[in-house]
């Protein structure tokens, strides 16, 4: 039998038909414009001549014949942008286009525009990434690039640097085995080892999100907006041969320096020219500093920079100013409109008045003599200078024959006197009170008291002093408060008959302790209490005794928190202490959750594996811990960091005891209640919480002592 005869296809004739002969069909199925306008292809046409013939078919008359024109249902935008060239004079009416004609019409016009618009493949992004890549190498920038294909310089520069991803990963990525996000991820780094190490990290992993190849990527650089990074600048990083990664695709806030140890010699050096510069303002010392240590600057004294005085002139055009001001102001006040021209006079006369009070201040020589300064960066990256402290070493000392300032006197106060004035003796109210010159001869006068003498009479007025002062609560709150305010603000000033002593530890071996928004306020607080306080000691007493009384409360409370201790050591078993802070901390209906503490990355690098799971399961659940249980500790630390954020989980030496007197109390209450209602036959409602019915696994917030919390507290 003989084998059939397989048909030819035979092509439809390409032909070169004058623009003039050609017209739009109305049977294309594109309406709607999309992708490149046609004035853009239009241009393209004009730069490369048209590289895609148009599909045609011949116009027939009643008869069936050509009547020698054609009409273009595939191929319509190319057309009409041939058409702009013709308008624009830059091609000729009649010149000869490529065309395909269809003569034979086995399809219909419709179809023939839908399967030329169907069949067409977008190319795929690494044929792009490829193609930009090979124009690039061909001697095109990215903006000419960008002209020549109608796209923005920043797209043509992000398909560069897709094209410089590993050769590894953009196989997986053309067999679709990394997504196009995941690779513009890769992108930040040039690295094409460090690219491959992470991509094996993570490929049997559940988390492969662009965000976190990108923090992998970047884990051991520094971010631009890093204080370090700041204070230098990427200019001078680069310079001394720095290199920065640059994410194109995400907003990166400047990148990240690559090289640490080199941004950190550089902050170094430049610290180090700051230093010097403000020591030869004249301070006896400077320290610099990426950061210091919370408290490093305890036991020292602080002064501060004093406004120039006023002249005469001065004072007299201050009084002019605030004159006007306050009439305006008043004026305005009762003004039912809003008048702009005399807001700008008053917003004027502000700024007049404020540059008054903001002059320059300065600090007097002899006292920058004595004193140093601190340089560190803020957490802005700008150079910080805390000056005027003075070190004990430092501070003055009067050439007398009394006992040094602050070191230990007598028990009742009194200060020893030097060989000159008569030896060892006791001086009590100013007046010695015996003499050490062994002269018991009675020609030199009346004999002073024994000493024995002396100490009895004393101590009876200090039981009487005692007695007056328990029976005079401001008096005793001023006198506390003075002792205190002695020991926390001055130093070598034991100007007190009080026997009270304040201990405040440092905690200086806690890393970024000072960096904490408790820290920042305390030491707020502490400066502006130090700047209102009197120079000396001695004119303390006045100054309390003329305070108000919520300014003296105020003052009060900032010196006893200092004393505060609540830290856990192994070596101090403080049983009671640690339960009074808890008690304390109950009375305040204080929160570690509500004063701002969060679980970051760096406390939860310093837990075991196992507590980090705890923490996550404690706080999202079983689920959410399952997801990263697999991976490694650093990163599973930042997992969990971004799982805990908004939780309210804190661990459990953050967490509020729960006081179990008050809780026996509490049940023994609701028990009374429960008993009352059933002899009264009065049903009572209890609590929610005291229910019978109430679901003890309910997720409802508890009440303690009047303060809601809704985060995790430790089981009891």
Sequence with gaps: MAKN???????NAAENIPYDKLKLSQKNVRRIKDGVSIEQLAEDIGRRKLIQSLNVRPVLDGEGEET????????????????ILIKQKRLAKDEPIPCIVNRGQETSAEEDSLAENLRRADLHPLDQFRAFKTLSDQGLDPDEIGARFFVSPATVRQRLRLASVSPKLLGLYEKDEIRLEQIMAFSISDDHARQEQVWERIASSHTQEPYYIRRLLTETTVRADDRRAVYVGADAYEAAGGVILRDLFEQDSGGWFQDAALLEQLVFDRLKGDAEAIRAEGWKWVEAAISFPYGHASGMRRIYAEARELSAEEIERYDALKADYDKLDADYAKAEDADEAIEAKLDQLGAELDAI???????????????????TLAANGKLQVDAGFVRSEDEPRTETGDVAEGEEGSADGGTQSNGDDGGDGVVVNGQPMNDASGDDGEDDGIKPLPDRLVFDLTAQRTLA????????????????LHAFVLQVFYRFAPNTCLEISLKSGSFSQVDGLAETCWAKEIAERHEAWDRDLPDEAEGLWDFLLGLDEASRKALFAHCVSLTLNAVVEPWNRRAKALEHADVLGRSLQFDMVDAGWTPTVEFLGRLTKARILQAVREARGADSAQLIDHMKKDIMAREAARLL???????????????????DAGDAAASEMSDEAALDGDAAELPAFLADDADPSSDAPVTIDGDETDHLQAAE
């Design 357 to 375: 009070d903001d002059r320059p201040q300065s600090y007097d020589p002899a006292q920058k003599a004595i004193a140093g300064a601190f340089v």
């Design 68 to 83: 020698g024109t054609f009409e273009v249902p595939a191929g319509g935008r190319r057309y009409l942008a041939l058409g």
């Design 465 to 480: 002093l005692r007695n007056a002062l328990a029976g005079d609560v401001d008096i005793a709150i001023i006198a506390a």
């Design 645 to 663: 954020e908004g939780s309210n989980w804190l661990p459990e030496p953050l967490r509020a005891e729960v006081d179990e007197v008050s809780a």
């Design 5 to 11: 005869a397989i048909q030819k296809i035979a092509m």
